[in-house]
């Protein structure tokens, strides 16, 4: 298991179902704490596409925030 804290450096980024697959848009690069807070502010549509990748790790952010 992972540890990680609220100053992790991370990519928050949307991933979008396009017609090729889809595209990666990064929303930010920053902290663990800047990311959530950016991400909380997002519509849920938006909130089902984002992601959050570490130096050695991709989680979804609703599997982040909903246990």
């Not at 902290?31 to 790790?57: H, I, K, M, P, R």
């Amino acid at each position: 298991m992972r540890s990680i804290h609220e100053g992790t450096t991370v990519r928050l980024y949307h991933l979008s179902d396009g017609p090729e697959g889809g595209a990666a848009e990064t929303l930010l690069y920053g902290t663990l704490a800047e990311a959530l807070a950016l991400a909380a502010q997002q519509s849920e549509d938006v909130q089902e596409g984002l992601f959050l990748a570490t130096d050695n790790d991709v989680i979804a952010y609703l599997d982040l925030v909903d246990p």
